[in-house]
């Protein structure tokens, strides 16, 4: 396994310096509390967690890690930033959270330690921010068990995605920092769709996510341009 962590310095920073504003609803993460209830209800409709073994990757301050064990699983949430991982921890201590815990870690180190070890893994807002996206995808895989689901989300790379979800949610609307996202970093579903088919995640379903900004209401379509959603499910061996 390569020794260094498929992660870039620069993007870890920019998340370790925000993370004392991770549960301000009204700060620089209200997207992510906003859709959070969006993201878990989808999750629920295809899989419910309640009592499944589940790791969040790239879990951050914890809102989905949280609202997954509050929803009774047993959550695992891993990240690289070290000061988002401290605010997470408090926030849950301070929630007296049941069923949750963080761990410092990337995502391949701990496919090596657990291999089939959760029946759901969560990878979302992450794929974007990594350099090499297709690892996570495989480290993924290699965490969860025959039959059990991995979700994805994150934004696709075009003209409308860099349009939306770069100079309209950063720069006019101001909904997300300056510099949230680099549109080289974007991934297509195509892509996507082509990591999984690699390492025998069967896509299933596909969702995108629209937003008002009139209402400044979010909700789920068929619409895949700018931000989607895979859910995936591994293969059982044809023998077991």
Known sequence: MNATPNADPAELAKFSDLAHRWWDADGEFRPLHQINPLRLEWISSLCPIKGKRVLDVGCGGGILAEAMAMGGAHVTGIDLATKALRVAQLHALEAQTPNLQYQEISVEALAQEQAQNFDVVTCMEMLEHVPDPASVVRASAALVKPGGWVFFSTLNRNPKSFLFA??????????????????????????????????????????????????????LNADTSVNYLFATQKAVAADA
């Open 166 to 219: 770069i100079v309209g949610a950063e720069y006019v609307l101001n909904l997300l920092p300056r510099g949230t996202h680099e549109f080289a970093k974007m991934v297509r579903p195509s892509e996507l769709a082509s990591y999984c088919r690699s390492v025998e995640l069967d896509l299933r379903f596909t969702r995108g996510m629209a937003y008002n900004p009139l209402t400044r209401r979010y909700w």
